[in-house]
């Protein structure tokens, strides 16, 4: 079992940046694929963001690619979502997602089993 627990969204005016983090449980963490995903209000869930175990491999949806930067830190077990130029279309719940099946890299959601709460970055134009 992992848990992930989200933390670092608020209230930003377009422009800005929020830095989230995902603590994990679990001594594989290294192991594990992960990734972000946001749901804003009346839409479905989207990709935004993954990174490979090792953190060799990162990729970016469209919409903020050149904007947003994924990391990792295995001896924290912790990964980051560093969101700069933030913009009103950015506001939604963000989740983060962990891939422990051996899989090194995914951006489906399907792909991932286990899911944090969430945190809520709103953007203020």
């Known amino acids: 079992q992992v848990q992930l627990v989200e933390s670092g969204g608020g209230l930003v005016q377009a422009g800005g940046s929020l830095r989230l983090s995902c603590a994990a449980s679990?001594?594989?963490?290294?192991?594990?694929?992960l990734g972000w995903f946001r749901q804003a209000p009346g839409k479905e869930r989207e990709f935004v963001s993954a990174?490979?175990?090792?953190?060799?491999?990162?990729g970016y949806a469209d919409s903020v690619k050149g904007r947003f930067m994924i990391s990792r830190d295995n001896a924290k077990n912790t990964v980051y979502l560093q969101m700069n130029t933030l913009k009103s279309e950015d506001t939604a719940v963000y989740y983060c997602?962990?891939?422990?099946?051996?899989?090194?890299?995914?951006?489906?959601?399907?792909?991932?089993?286990?899911w944090g709460q969430g945190t809520q970055v709103t953007v203020s134009s």
């Open positions: 679990g001594r594989a963490f290294s192991s594990y694929g």
């Open positions: 997602a962990a891939d422990p099946g051996g899989r090194n890299y995914a951006e489906h959601d399907d792909e991932y089993d286990y």
């Open positions: 990174i490979s175990r090792g953190g060799g491999r990162t």
